[in-house]
Each structure stands twice: as structure tokens, then as C-alpha cells.
């Protein structure tokens, strides 16, 4: 992943575990990225320059995209049609794991 500035200069470049599908930003400034074909999501620090945390999603969810609302984030999975949802508390910033109990959109009280 590269950022780049308005005249296509690349001031700094952040290897990912994998091709992003879809990127997010969080309040705090760092990234989530989604990751397919490795089953997972990375948050990124770009300050840090780097992948602070990967969180796996599970064998064959084949997670494409997600986005942030308030304190959850929500994640789609094209292996099982799904979207699920999680608290913005990932292990690296303190909280609890997207996949220790994942509820389908439709379960979810509103926000």
C-alpha cells in the first residue's frame, strides 16, 4: 500500500499480508484493510508505517469490504452471503475478538 501526494509522489509505502479489497479509516487515523484472499483484516498504522494487528475472519468467509458506524464496524462475507458486526475494540486496541461471536445483520439491535 503506498501514499502518495497530490503530484503522484510516494512518501511512504506499508507492506500489507495480502491484496486490500477494501480500506476503512477509523477515528484514530489508522486503516482497516480487508483482505480476501488471506482471510482476514489488518489494521493499519499509517504513522507507525505498518500492520499493527490481523484479525482472521474464518476458513472460507472471503471477507470483501467494510465500513464504520459510531463504535462497530461491519464486515461483509462473500463465502457465506453475510455481513457480520463487531465492536471497533480489536485486540490491538482492547477489546474483543470480531469472530468470538459474529451476528448477522439482521440480529443486530439498531444502533
Not at 5 to 23: C, M, Q, S
Not at 49 to 58: E, I, Y
Amino acid at each position: 500500500m503506498s501514499l502518495i501526494d497530490t503530484d503522484a509522489n510516494v512518501l511512504k509505502r506499508i507492506e500489507l499480508p495480502g491484496v486490500p479489497f477494501g480500506l476503512t479509516p477509523l477515528r484514530d487515523g489508522r486503516l482497516l484493510a480487508v483482505l480476501k484472499n488471506e482471510e482476514m483484516v489488518a489494521v493499519v498504522d499509517p504513522e507507525a508505517g505498518g500492520v499493527v494487528a490481523t484479525l482472521p475472519v474464518g476458513f472460507g468467509s472471503m471477507p470483501m469490504s467494510c465500513a464504520v458506524y459510531g463504535d462497530r464496524c461491519f464486515l461483509t462475507l462473500g463465502g457465506s452471503s453475510e455481513i457480520i458486526e463487531f465492536p471497533l475494540e480489536l485486540p490491538a486496541i482492547g477489546g474483543p475478538h470480531p469472530m468470538d461471536g459474529p451476528a448477522p445483520i439482521s440480529a443486530l439491535p439498531p444502533p
